[in-house]
């Protein structure tokens, strides 16, 4: 990425993808016409059931008993290799951790890396099940085993199957990015080829499909560019030595165009969930996803995986898919960070949420401490009995409570006796004389009644740094454990309240330790409030005065020119 300027190359993207989406209704016209125009057939899928059956349809008529497919996450969405099975077709899929899955009767854990949770144990172990003796486990051996058991499939295959990184409506064009070969292998020796793809793959011109090209490897793989980009126009076509064009010589005789809708389009008109439609399918959300880390792919998801996995699958699969997966989610915003086409994944994420506590609701000991954890008066009751209860616990301020194994390796943090707001005329007291700046600290519950040590060690800094520091509404709560747990009325109500009272605060800067909080409140009220235009404005004022400490910090030890000491 240093070579790069990533930022700039994510804005073009994220621009080409959203005028993309604004105009889909027309490219779809347009693809459409112009793949027709160079010997492709177009067929469009409401949904799932009705990609499968056009799929199996072409088989019937072509009498294909074996297809070979590369990867394509379209058609694990439709559940393709299954359904062709059931109709007497065999389905080989090509991409060696697709082929390994499948051998597992396993779905992929990864949107570009399948089989990532699979050892090279465990793939020998299958692979010597396939050629009836033992294999080695190294990554040659393997490799070894993949290409010639696969090499003989694409020679005898009837059709081929892949999906699309994109489709370029301006020359009715399929873009293949792969890094195998194999996509380049069943694109060209069988005689007919067939490309399912969600409709929001098209965009306008080569140019737009080159920008995916220039973040799509170094967004999931970290390469400057994958091994193999393909190009289709139309079947395959030469022209003889009379120049007399001559199709199928070099390649498939036909080309079957899938472009499936399967919910994309109620997606496209929500307001919130058509930025999703901007997936470039990188996989880079669950790369940095520390939940994802954790379980893997077929606990975290459900067909897509990941961050992006829990926003569109309850447009492709319903809201029970994800129902309890999205729970999973920590509200780390670390998928934010990366994502090429800038699609806000964690308040996307919440929206999901707050649609699944509609759909199973919450416990009721859950529903009773949020809604009681959410006005000062509230919070200061709620804290102040579990100070009482935690006492037989605590040890070095932590909290161990005795749920058997588990309390060996997992602690909470205790309820200070002494919170942060305890501490506000100290604070003041230390302020420099002649101040720089003149700043509110909003520690947030989290910092004021966990780790009140922490927001004073950062309005320290603060003043350090030569600002006036003072600790403002150290007994609200923000409202982030109500939107993360999807409810979605306490969290707007203490939306308003957070608004009103931060709106009075007189400082030059209001600056938050914690930058989840921060966060909250700079992006997330704005989108809470969306259906009410006077308080969506008040939110957006108040969000051009917040900034995250570190941020923060950073910012006054630049101007100041300010540097630290040498750690050791």
Not at 29 to 39: C, D, I, L, N, P
Not at 294 to 299: A, C, F, I, P
Not at 447 to 458: Q, T
Request: hydrophobic share 45%.
């Amino acid at each position: 990425m240093r070579e790069i300027d990533w930022t700039a190359l994510r804005d073009d993207l994220t621009a080409r993808k959203t005028a993309a989406i604004d105009d889909l209704p027309a490219l779809v016209e347009r693809f459409t016409e112009e793949a027709e125009a160079v010997g492709a057939k177009v067929y469009r899928a409401a949904d799932a059931a009705e990609a499968n059956r056009i799929v199996a349809a072409i088989c019937r008529a072509k009498k294909a008993k074996l297809v070979v497919k590369s990867k394509s996450m379209a058609t694990e969405e439709i559940g393709l290799t299954e359904h062709l099975e059931k109709q007497g077709v065999r389905a080989i899929e090509t991409d060696l951790g697709e082929w390994i899955i499948q051998l597992a009767h396993e779905r992929p854990s990864h949107l570009i890396a399948p089989a990532i949770h699979k050892t090279r144990e465990e793939v020998a172990q299958l692979f010597a099940k396939v050629v009836g003796h033992p294999v080695p486990d190294d990554t040659a051996s393997l490799v070894a085993v993949a290409r010639a058991e696969l090499r003989q499939y694409f020679l005898n295959a009837d059709i081929g199957i892949t999906g699309g990184n994109a489709l370029i409506a301006e020359t009715g064009t399929l873009l293949l990015v792969t890094n195998e070969g194999n996509a380049d292998l069943a694109t060209s020796v069988p005689p007919v080829h067939i490309a399912v793809v969600g409709i929001e793959k098209i965009v306008p011109t080569l140019d737009d499909a080159m920008a995916i090209v220039k973040l799509l490897a170094r967004s999931g793989t970290g390469q400057k560019i994958t091994t193999y980009t393909q190009l289709i126009t139309g079947p395959s076509r030469s022209a003889d030595i009379e120049l007399k064009t001559q199709i199928g010589v070099h390649g498939p005789k036909e080309l079957h165009f899938v472009l499936l809708d399967n919910g994309r389009s109620a997606m496209r008109e929500d307001p919130a969930f058509r930025d999703a439609l901007r997936c470039i399918r990188c996989g880079a959300c669950s790369n940095v996803c520390p939940s994802y880390q954790v379980v893997g792919g077929h606990v975290f998801g459900h067909v897509y995986t990941g961050a992006i996995g829990l926003v569109v699958s309850p447009w492709h699969h319903g809201t029970d898919s994800v129902a309890y997966e999205q729970g999973m989610c920590l509200g780390c915003n670390a998928c934010d960070t990366v994502c090429p086409v800038s699609i806000p994944l964690a308040s996307l994420i919440t929206e999901v949420r707050a649609k699944a506590v509609e759909r199973i609701g919450l416990s009721l000991p859950k529903r009773l401490l949020l809604k009681q954890w959410s006005a000062p008066d509230a919070i200061d009751r709620v804290a102040g009995w579990l100070a009482m209860l935690q006492g037989p616990f605590r040890h070095d301020g932590l909290v161990r409570v005795p749920f058997g194994a588990i309390a060996k390796e997992k602690s909470l943090p205790a309820i200070s006796e002494r919170p942060l707001h305890f501490r506000a005329r100290e604070v003041t007291q230390t302020n420099p004389s002649s101040p720089a700046t003149r700043v509110a600290l909003f520690p947030s519950c989290l910092v004021d009644r966990l780790i009140p040590e922490a927001g004073y060690a950062a309005a320290r800094v603060l003043q350090a740094l030569g600002a006036e520091v003072h600790v403002v509404e150290g007994r609200r709560c923000c409202g982030l454990p109500q939107l993360n747990s999807g409810e979605r009325a306490t969290a707007v109500a203490m939306a308003k309240d957070a608004i009103t009272a931060l709106e009075r605060v007189r400082a030059d800067r209001i600056v938050i330790p914690s930058s989840s909080c921060a966060i909250t409140i700079t992006q997330d009220y704005a989108r809470l409030l969306a259906g009410d235009d006077e308080w969506r404005e008040r939110a957006l004022g108040l969000a051009e005065r917040i900034t995250p400490f570190t941020r923060f910090a950073a910012e006054l030890a630049r101007e100041r020119a300010i540097r630290g000491r040498p750690l050791g």
